[in-house]
């Protein structure tokens, strides 16, 4: 069974701080993903990384970014957290290649409040 | 850009009923269509999928079928269950693996 661990279900940090997530998954998967999910909003991408090193931004990059230092764990750090970061936020992994679609496995989110 | 537009919710339904969340897409090629399902208190998961035009993908009961010449993928069911009370989401895929998503529709079940 494929498993995507996020570190945390709920975080609640003040504006300004230093926000990181983790996310790690344990079927030696290419890609990973961080959406976050707002009603009405669906999921959006934030940024997705193909390899260990390598990241590309997604639809809403702003005020985040990501670290991908080994295969297997996938970071996402908001550098000065803001109110409007207030979110779910999903962490997702599927094999690699460019072939046929892979199937995206998502973590169980970690709900951030920024107060 | 390629986008997901799926019907409003919260849908509230008894069981047994029939179901149907309508799931629209705009897309220049030719996308793969998924629908996800979120049960309360987890991530998501894929329920069903189709690569191609008139494919119909199934699951736990559910179907959808692509369908190229309304450019639709609606959800359905014959008669839910409680235990299918979840937020759907359709999406579609196309080149990189980068899913988009639509709003989401919340559905309960009521007994």
């Known amino acids: 069974d494929v498993k995507v661990t996020q570190s945390s279900r709920y975080l609640v940090k003040r504006t300004g701080e230093k926000v990181f997530l983790e996310c790690v998954q344990d079927?030696?998967?290419?890609?990973m993903f961080w959406y976050r999910q707002d009603p009405g909003l669906g999921l959006r991408l934030i940024y997705f990384?193909?390899?260990?090193?390598?990241?590309e931004k997604g639809d809403i990059p702003e005020g985040y970014s990501v670290s991908r230092e080994k295969k297997e764990r996938f970071s996402l750090i908001l550098e000065s957290a803001s109110t409007n970061q207030t979110s779910m936020y999903l962490c997702?992994?599927?094999?690699?290649?460019?072939?046929?679609?892979?199937?995206?496995?998502f973590g169980p989110g970690t709900r951030l409040t920024v107060t | 850009g390629d986008s997901v537009t799926q019907m409003e919710g919260p849908v509230t339904l008894s069981e047994e009923a029939f179901l149907t969340i309508n799931c629209t897409y705009t897309?220049?090629?030719?996308?793969?269509l998924f629908w996800y399902v979120q049960y309360p208190g987890e991530g998501l998961q894929l329920l069903l999928k189709?690569?191609?035009?008139?494919d119909k993908g199934s699951n736990k009961g559910f179907e959808a079928t692509y369908r190229k010449e309304t450019t639709s993928f609606h959800l359905e069911k014959g008669s839910v269950q409680v235990s299918d009370s979840a937020v759907y989401f359709c999406?579609?895929?196309?080149?990189?693996?980068?899913?988009?998503f639509g709003q989401g529709t919340r559905l309960t079940i009521n007994p």
């Open positions: 999406a579609l895929i196309q080149g990189a693996q980068k899913l988009v």
């Open positions: 189709a690569t191609k035009a008139d």
């Open positions: 079927m030696d998967h290419e890609n």
């Open positions: 897309a220049t090629g030719y996308p793969s």
């Open positions: 990384s193909y390899d260990v090193k390598m990241k």
């Open positions: 997702a992994s599927s094999p690699g290649g460019s072939g046929p679609f892979y199937e995206q496995y």
